[in-house]
C-alpha cells in the first residue's frame, strides 16, 4: 500500500467482511463460553449483551467514524483528528495505547491458534473417535503440559499471520470470509443438533438464559464489559485502523449493526453447542481457556461423520482466529511502515517476531513456568486480564470521550447520517451511557 494514497474498501460489502473477520475469532467459540462458565451463566450473559449494545455498538461506530476521518495508522489519526478539532495532539495516546493492547493480545492469541491448529491434526489422525470425555481431557492436559508442542504450533499459527501480513494480502482474505462464515455457522448448527440429542439441552438453554442474579458481582460485570470490547476487536485500533480504508458512502450505523449481530449469534451458537455437553458428561463448568478442546471433541468422537465434521470444525476455527490475529499485527505494522523505515514487510515480521516472542513466555506459563506470578497471575491470564479488564475499555473510552465531546457536533451527525431524534439518542450514548458505564464497572469492581 503506498505511503500518500491511503486505498479504500471496494465496498461496503468487502469492508462488512474484513470488519467480520476480524471481529469473528476465538473470542466468540473459545472465550465466549469458558467466561460464561467460570461466571456462573445466564447473569453474566444478559449484562454482557446489555455491553455489547449500549456500549460497544456506540463505540464501535465511533472508532470507524475517527479512522475515517484521519486516513490512517491509529497514533497518526487520532492525532490529526484532534489537531483539526483545535485540541492538543496528546488524544494520539489513545491510538498508542490500542496498539499496544493489539500487539499484547497477539501474542497470546497466537497461542490458542496454535491449538486450534493441533486440534485439526487431531482431528485428522482420528485421536478424538470413541474417546470418553476423560481420553479427551487427558489429550488436553498432554498438550498443555509440553511446551515443545505448544511452541511448535503457537510458531507455525504466527508466521501463517506474519506472511499474510508481511505480503499485504489481508484483502485477498474477504472473500474467504464470505464462505467460511456461514459454514462456520452451519457447523455449530450441527453441534446444537448434537446438543438436543443429549438429553441436557435444556439445561444448557437455562443456564444460558435464566438469571441468577446471586452471581452477580463487579469482577463479573467488569469481565463482560471487557469481553464485549475483545469481541468487537474494540479498543486497540484496529477498527479505527479500518475505518481509515473506509470510504464516505458508507452508512456506519447499519454496517455495525451487522456486524454486531453476526458476532452475537456466533458467540451464543457456541454456547449452546457446548453447555449441553458439559452437563451431560459432567464436567467442569468453570474449567476456563480448556473448555472447548474438552468438549467439543466429545461430540466429534461420538457422532457420525464426526471424523470429517471435526476436521472442518477445527479448520473453520483456525480460519476464524488467522482473520482476527490479521487484524491484530495489522495495525502495529500500518503504524511502523508510516512512522518508521521500515516498509511493509520488515515492519511486519519485526511485530510479528516480538508478539511471538511474548507469546512464548505466556505458552511456558501452562507447565514450565506454572509457579511464575506477578499480581497472583501467571504470564497467560496476566496478558488477557491486562487487555481486556483495563487497555481495552480505556482506550476504547478515550476514543467515544474525544469523539462524543470533542469534535464538532454538526459534523459528527453528517458523518453519521443521523436524523434529529437519532442524534439525541447517540448523543445521549456516548456522551453518557457509554463513558459512565465503563466508569461505573471500573468503580465497582474495585
Ligand atoms: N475479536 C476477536 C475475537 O473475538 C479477537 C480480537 C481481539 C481480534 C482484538 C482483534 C482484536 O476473537
Ligand atoms: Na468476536
Request: hydrophobic fraction near 60%.
Given at each position: 500500500m503506498s505511503k500518500t494514497n491511503h486505498a479504500q474498501w471496494s465496498s461496503r460489502f468487502s469492508f462488512i467482511l474484513a470488519a467480520t473477520g476480524s471481529a469473528v475469532g476465538l473470542g466468540n467459540i473459545w472465550k465466549f463460553p469458558y467466561m460464561v462458565g467460570q461466571s456462573g451463566g445466564a447473569a453474566f450473559v444478559l449484562v454482557y449483551l446489555l455491553c455489547i449494545f449500549l456500549i460497544g455498538l456506540p463505540i464501535l461506530v465511533t472508532?470507524?467514524?475517527?479512522?475515517?476521518r484521519g486516513q490512517s495508522n491509529p497514533v497518526t489519526t487520532m492525532s490529526k483528528v484532534a489537531h483539526s478539532?483545535?485540541?492538543?495532539?496528546?488524544?494520539?495516546?489513545?491510538?498508542?495505547?490500542?496498539?499496544?493492547?493489539a500487539f499484547l493480545i497477539l501474542s497470546f492469541y497466537s497461542v490458542i491458534g496454535g491449538w486450534s491448529l493441533?486440534?485439526?491434526?487431531?482431528?485428522?489422525?482420528?485421536?478424538f473417535a470413541g474417546q470418553s470425555a476423560d481420553g479427551i481431557g487427558e489429550l488436553f492436559s498432554g498438550m498443555l503440559a509440553s511446551p515443545g508442542l505448544l511452541l511448535m504450533w503457537h510458531s507455525i499459527f504466527m508466521l501463517l499471520v506474519i506472511g499474510i501480513v508481511a505480503r499485504g494480502v489481508t484483502k485477498g482474505l474477504e472473500g474467504a470470509v464470505n464462505i467460511m462464515m456461514p459454514a462456520l455457522a452451519l457447523l455449530l448448527v450441527v453441534l446444537i443438533g448434537y446438543g438436543m440429542t443429549t438429553g441436557h439441552f435444556g439445561?444448557?438453554?437455562?443456564?444460558?438464559?435464566n438469571p441468577d442474579w446471586s452471581k452477580l458481582s463487579g469482577e463479573t460485570v467488569l469481565a463482560a464489559l471487557g469481553h464485549a470490547f475483545f469481541t468487537l476487536s474494540l479498543g486497540m485500533g484496529i477498527m479505527l485502523a479500518y475505518g481509515s480504508y473506509l470510504g464516505q458512502e458508507v452508512n456506519l450505523i447499519k454496517t455495525a449493526r451487522t456486524v454486531v449481530i453476526m458476532d452475537t449469534?456466533?458467540?451464543?451458537?457456541?454456547?449452546?453447542?457446548?453447555?449441553?455437553?458439559?452437563?451431560?458428561?459432567?464436567?467442569?463448568?468453570?474449567?476456563?481457556?480448556?473448555?472447548?478442546?474438552?468438549?467439543?471433541?466429545?461430540?466429534?468422537?461420538?457422532?457420525?461423520g464426526g471424523t470429517i465434521l471435526g476436521l472442518l470444525f477445527f479448520v473453520l476455527l483456525t480460519f476464524a482466529a488467522l482473520t482476527s490475529a490479521i487484524s491484530l499485527l495489522e495495525p502495529v505494522t500500518e503504524f511502523l511502515e508510516e512512522r518508521t523505515p521500515l516498509s511493509r514487510a520488515?515492519?511486519?515480521?519485526?511485530?510479528?517476531?516480538?508478539?511471538?516472542?511474548?507469546?512464548?513466555?505466556?505458552?511456558?506459563?501452562f507447565n514450565l513456568w506454572s509457579d511464575f506470578t506477578v499480581v497472583g497471575l501467571g504470564v497467560f491470564d496476566l496478558l488477557d486480564?491486562?487487555?481486556?479488564?483495563?487497555?481495552?475499555?480505556?482506550?476504547?473510552?478515550?476514543?467515544?470521550?474525544?469523539?462524543?465531546?470533542?469534535?464538532?457536533?454538526?459534523?459528527?451527525?453528517?458523518?453519521l447520517e443521523l436524523s434529529d431524534s437519532g442524534f439525541t439518542l447517540w448523543t445521549l450514548l456516548t456522551r453518557f451511557v457509554a463513558p459512565i458505564g465503563v466508569l461505573v464497572v471500573f468503580i465497582a469492581s474495585l
Open positions: 472508532e470507524w467514524m475517527l479512522g475515517r478539532a483545535g485540541r492538543t495532539r496528546a488524544w494520539a495516546l489513545v491510538g498508542v495505547s490500542g496498539v499496544l493492547g493441533y486440534y485439526t491434526l487431531g482431528s485428522v489422525s482420528g485421536d439445561e444448557a438453554v437455562a443456564y444460558l438464559f449469534v456466533i458467540a451464543l451458537g457456541a454456547g449452546l453447542a457446548i453447555f449441553p455437553i458439559v452437563f451431560a458428561n459432567n464436567l467442569d463448568l468453570a474449567s476456563g481457556p480448556s473448555l472447548i478442546f474438552v468438549t467439543l471433541p466429545v461430540a466429534f468422537g461420538n457422532i457420525g520488515p515492519a511486519a515480521i519485526v511485530a510479528g517476531l516480538a508478539a511471538w516472542a511474548l507469546g512464548i513466555a505466556a505458552l511456558l506459563s486480564k491486562l487487555t481486556s479488564k483495563f487497555m481495552l475499555p480505556l482506550t476504547g473510552l478515550g476514543a467515544v470521550v474525544f469523539a462524543a465531546w470533542f469534535l464538532n457536533r454538526d459534523e459528527v451527525r453528517k458523518d
